[in-house]
C-alpha cells in the first residue's frame, strides 16, 4: 500500500508557503514544482501560469504535495498537521515563526499565516499517556495542565505528570 500523503490546496501562494516551511523546518526541502505554463488545458489556467501546478516538498521525512487551485476550498481547523518535538526549544522556534502572521488557538494547535493548521506538541506527552506503568491520575492531571495552555511547555506538563504519584 502507498503512504498517504497530505495534499494542501493554496490560493496562490503555494511557491510562499513551501519556501516558507522549509525555511522554518530544520529538515525540510522542496523536491519539485511544476508550474500552470497557460496551455494545459485546465480550466482558469490563464489566471494561474507560472503558478504552482503542483509542488512537493518535504518536512522530517513526511512528503506533502500542494498546489495553486484558487478559491473553491479554504484550509480549516478539522485537518491538521501533528509535528513532535524532542526539545521545548525546537517547539518553540516553529511556534513563534508559524505564530507570525498565524494565529494559535488552544492545546498546541496553531494556525499558521497561509490558513494551515498544525498541532505542535513536544515528544515527551506522548510518552506520558501511552506510559503503560502511569495511573489515571497521572494522566488526569496530565490532560488539567494542557488544557488550559495555549503553547505546550513539556516542563509544565511532565511536573503535573510526576507531581501526581
Known amino acids: 500500500m502507498q503512504p498517504i500523503k497530505p495534499f494542501i490546496w493554496f490560493e496562490g501562494t503555494a ?4 519556501n516558507f516551511y522549509v525555511d522554518v523546518f530544520d529538515n525540510a526541502k522542496i523536491m519539485s514544482i511544476e508550474r500552470y505554463t497557460g496551455d494545459q488545458g485546465i480550466p482558469d489556467e490563464t489566471k494561474l501560469k507560472g ?5 512537493l516538498f518535504e518536512i522530517n521525512g513526511q512528503e506533502f504535495m500542494c498546489l495553486d487551485g484558487g478559491h473553491q476550498f479554504n484550509n480549516n481547523g ?16 516553529v511556534w513563534s515563526r508559524f ?3 498565524g494565529r494559535a488557538i488552544q492545546c498546541g494547535w496553531i494556525t499558521d499565516k ?6 505542535l506538541i513536544p ?22 495542565a ?3 495552555m495555549v ?15
Open 123 to 144: 515528544t515527551l506527552l506522548g510518552k506520558m499517556m501511552s506510559d503503560p506503568a502511569a495511573t489515571p491520575k497521572q494522566k488526569q492531571a496530565l490532560m488539567q
Open 15 to 18: 511557491e510562499e508557503a513551501m
Open 78 to 93: 478539522p485537518i491538521s498537521f501533528v509535528v513532535e518535538f524532542d526539545t521545548q526549544e525546537g517547539l518553540d522556534k
Open 114 to 119: 497561509f490558513g494551515v493548521t498544525w498541532q
Open 99 to 101: 505564530l507570525d502572521g
Open 146 to 148: 494542557m488544557m488550559p
Open 51 to 55: 503558478k504552482v501546478l503542483t509542488g
Open 151 to 165: 503553547k505546550l511547555e513539556a516542563d509544565t506538563l511532565e511536573a503535573a505528570f510526576n507531581g501526581a504519584r
